[in-house]
């Protein structure tokens, strides 16, 4: 069944995190591996710790030689279906990324909120989280906080610097209980999804296993992305290219009116 279920909707508003039920068929998660070994090979200059939009063919400042076969993934009717459950029949498409968390030296991230770094006004999004292979505890699954997102805002964060991590913000709310830290444990083609506001991060990898994800990044299309903001969380970042990206309206419309999107491909 492709459907979340009521339970499953209500858990995703209680937690801010939820995984469903069901999985790609194993063709397509064998496809995602055949993608994901074309995109390391097309990339040799860069980490496949962060390849941020793959679904891009020019992919700003990263400089990602990325292709259409990423687009693809992200409009899978099933997996829209389920995004459409959890935030409502109007929404677009703006981000990819692929963590590819390569064997034994595959980095930690800490624990932090992706709204702290998207030009989203007001901040909205859902990101889905597929497995390309089995996460477990041992090659750094994705660990969340569930609740933290019920207060619908960023909390404490401080900067953290080093080459074995993957970003450089990291949670540290002393209102935050990290005790009950949640590992998101999937099968190669199992989904999670998860709120813009939950507190979430992963260990690195010391296994002889890679942990490869794909991720996709929706907003509702009743919250605008700032381009202006983009540009000055650019600066910030470094990295991502906020201020010119193209954006693919995958369910409904645009019911801001104030989001440009790209023409289809």
Same mark, same amino acid.
């Given at each position: 069944?492709?459907?979340?279920?009521?339970?499953?909707?209500?858990?995703?508003?209680?937690?801010?995190?939820?995984?469903?039920?069901?999985?790609?068929?194993?063709?397509?998660?064998?496809?995602?591996?055949?993608?994901?070994?074309?995109?390391?090979?097309?990339?040799?200059?860069?980490?496949?710790?962060?390849?941020?939009?793959?679904?891009?063919?020019?992919? +700003?400042?990263?400089?990602?030689?990325?292709?259409?076969?990423?687009?693809?993934?992200?409009?899978?009717?099933?997996?829209?279906?389920?995004?459409?459950?959890?935030?409502?029949?109007?929404?677009?498409?703006? +981000?990819?990324?692929?963590?590819?968390?390569?064997?034994?030296? +595959?980095?930690?991230?800490?624990?932090?909120?992706?709204?702290?770094?998207?030009?989203?006004?007001?901040?909205?999004?859902?990101?889905?989280?597929?497995?390309?292979?089995?996460?477990?505890?041992?090659? +750094?699954?994705?660990?969340?906080?569930?609740?933290?997102?019920?207060?619908?805002?960023?909390?404490?964060?401080?900067?953290?610097?080093?080459?074995?991590?993957?970003?450089?913000?990291?949670?540290?709310?002393?209102?935050?209980?990290?005790?009950?830290?949640?590992?998101?444990?999937?099968?190669?083609?199992?989904?999670?999804?998860?709120?813009?506001?939950?507190?979430?991060?992963?260990?690195?990898?010391?296994?002889?296993?890679?942990?490869?994800?794909?991720?996709?990044?929706?907003?509702?299309?009743?919250?605008?992305?700032?381009?202006?903001?983009?540009?000055?969380?650019?600066?910030?970042?470094?990295?991502?290219?906020?201020?010119?990206?193209?954006?693919?309206?995958?369910?409904?419309?645009?019911?801001?009116?104030?989001?440009?999107?790209?023409?289809?491909?």
């Amino acid at each position: 069944m492709t459907r979340l279920s009521p339970a499953q909707v209500e858990a995703y508003r209680r937690d801010g995190h939820i995984t469903a039920d069901w999985r790609l068929p194993a063709e397509t998660v064998d496809a995602m591996r055949a993608a994901l070994e074309t995109l390391v090979d097309a990339n040799g200059h860069m980490s496949s710790d962060n390849m941020f939009c793959p679904h891009l063919r020019g992919a +700003g400042a990263q400089g990602l030689a990325g292709d259409d076969s990423w687009l693809e993934f992200a409009r899978i009717p099933e997996v829209l279906d389920m995004v459409e459950q959890l935030i409502g029949p109007d929404f677009l498409l703006w +981000g990819t990324t692929v963590f590819g968390k390569p064997a034994r030296d +595959g980095k930690e991230t800490p624990w932090h909120q992706d709204g702290e770094y998207w030009p989203i006004r007001p901040l909205a999004s859902c990101s889905a989280w597929i497995a390309i292979d089995d996460a477990t505890p041992e090659n +750094g699954c994705l660990r969340v906080l569930p609740g933290t997102h019920r207060r619908r805002q960023i909390l404490q964060h401080h900067r953290r610097d080093g080459d074995d991590i993957t970003l450089n913000e990291e949670l540290c709310d002393p209102a935050v209980d990290y005790q009950t830290a949640r590992d998101v444990i999937l099968e190669a083609g199992q989904i999670s999804f998860h709120d813009v506001f939950l507190a979430h991060g992963s260990a690195p990898n010391r296994s002889g296993r890679r942990r490869a994800g794909f991720v996709c990044r929706y907003m509702p299309t009743t919250s605008v992305w700032d381009r202006e903001l983009g540009a000055i969380l650019e600066k910030r970042s470094g990295v991502i290219e906020f201020a010119e990206r193209d954006l693919y309206l995958v369910r409904g419309r645009d019911v801001s009116g104030q989001n440009s999107v790209a023409t289809d491909r």
